[in-house]
């Protein structure tokens, strides 16, 4: 087990040969974030800068033709700060390359899920994220035990195959 900091982080996914998941299970993330609180206030707010970095650390493995995707699994109704993430959603991850889709947690009762959120590199390498009760990101544990990155893989596969693409999401 090893943590990885954000540049090790961008380091994996820029060494992805072919594949960058991510699943996310959580209803709340990051709720001191002032985008977040200034969507929640009704109040302007420019996430260019922030955007474009994702879309700078994404812009090779994409060019690469390396396929990310983001399942996200929300409650329902949803939560305000999935509202937000809904809206945010084009310009933050499908603008900088990535697909997403989304699927309401009634759906992923039967699925075997791992306990927290995770990327996984290629198949071979599970970066699992923790956070705090209300959202706020602790670390993260990286995993390259075979059993492991099957569980993920194979969790990832099947809420994908369930969720409904983010276009075609409507918010309850």
Avoid at 161 to 170: F, G, I, L, N, S
Wanted: hydrophobic share 40%.
């Amino acid at each position: 087990m090893a943590t990885a900091t954000r540049n090790e982080f961008a380091e994996l996914l820029e060494s992805a040969q072919h594949s960058a998941v991510h699943l996310e299970t959580r209803d709340v993330y990051a709720v001191g974030d002032p985008f977040f609180q200034a969507w929640k206030a009704g109040e302007p707010f420019d996430r260019s800068e922030r955007d474009q970095v994702w879309k700078e650390i994404l812009v090779g493995p994409v060019s690469r033709g390396v396929e990310i995707r983001r399942a996200r699994i929300v409650s329902e109704p949803v939560s305000d700060y999935i509202r937000y993430e809904h809206s945010i959603t084009v310009y933050a991850n499908i603008a900088a390359g990535e697909q997403v889709r989304w699927l309401s947690r009634r759906l992923a009762s039967d699925l075997a899920l791992p306990g927290n959120d995770f990327w996984l590199f290629d198949g071979e390498t599970a970066v699992f994220n923790h956070f705090t009760g209300d959202g706020e990101w602790v670390g993260t544990e990286v995993l390259v035990d075979p059993a492991v990155t099957r569980l993920c893989a194979s969790a990832f596969d099947a809420v994908w195959d369930r969720a409904t693409p983010h276009q075609e999401y409507r918010l309850s």
